[in-house]
T-cell receptor
Framework: RKEVEQDPGPFNVPEGATVAFNCTYS??????FFWYRQDCRKEPKLLMS???SGNEDGRFTAQLNRASQYISLLIRDSKLSDSATYLC??????????????FGTGTRLLVSP | DGGITQSPKYLFRKEGQNVTLSCEQN?????MYWYRQDPGQGLRLIYY???????QKGDIAEGYSVSREKKESFPLTVTSAQKNPTAFYLCATQLKGVAKNIQYFGAGTRLSVL
């Protein structure tokens, strides 16, 4: 099983729609979770951290379900500018014991007029 | 202008050649990382450095080398031993302690083989 799994999409939605992505992770000991956004041929940029209690930032809501080992990202009132790839990131461990970030392959979102 | 600067933006390597990718930061972040991104794959960790004069191998270090002589700089050399170097290379930094585990990325270098 992959450490982090995401549906690659693409998710095609019209402007104004609500869309949700899930991401599952295999390491039950993971303590930190993030969503990054990556535009085509650009670097990833932090969208939001994911807290145990869930958190909201404007149109974006992130949730963590530890029992089922998944995190979710909900985008309300989609804008054309939300078109991007959304990367799910969890904490993993190298065989040296060093904590590293483990990136999913990303979910592509396309918002159309 | 603060941030993480990677150069060059595009790089072409001839067979048998070593090439060096630059990563400079003025954020005063302690830790620096190199990742490789291939189409359809997540970012994979090549090397990381938590303090000056110290660095460690990540998941895919074979064919790569790094140095960390200054806090601000963490260059990556892609050696001729790396047989499939074509990829998007990303440098990241992290401030230890505060905002735990959040990493910030440079704009990346696209490496292609001639």
């Amino acid at each position: 099983r992959k450490e982090v799994e995401q549906d690659p999409g693409p998710f095609n939605v019209p402007e104004g729609a609500t869309v949700a992505f899930n991401c599952t992770y295999s390491n039950s000991a993971s303590q930190s979770f993030f969503w990054y956004r990556q535009d085509c041929r650009k670097e990833p940029k932090l969208l939001m951290s994911v807290y145990s209690s869930g958190n909201e930032d404007g149109r974006f809501t992130a949730q963590l379900n530890r029992a089922s080992q998944y995190i979710s990202l909900l985008i309300r009132d989609s804008k054309l500018s939300d078109s991007a790839t959304y990367l799910c990131v969890v904490i993993g461990t190298l065989n040296t014991g060093f904590q590293k970030l483990v990136f999913g392959t990303g979910t592509r979102l396309l918002v159309s007029p | 202008d603060g941030g993480i600067t990677q150069s060059p933006k595009y790089l072409f390597r001839k067979e048998g050649q070593n090439v060096t990718l630059s990563c400079e930061q003025n954020l005063n972040h302690d830790a620096m990382y190199w990742y490789r991104q291939d189409p359809g794959q997540g970012l994979r960790l090549i090397y990381y450095s938590q303090i000056v004069n110290d660095f460690q191998k990540g998941d895919i270090a074979e064919g790569y080398s790094v140095s960390r002589e200054k806090k601000e700089s963490f260059p990556l050399t892609v050696t001729s031993a790396q047989k499939n170097p074509t990829a998007f290379y990303l440098c990241a930094t992290q401030l230890k302690g505060v905002a735990k585990n959040i990493q910030y990325f440079g704009a990346g270098t696209r490496l292609s083989v001639l």
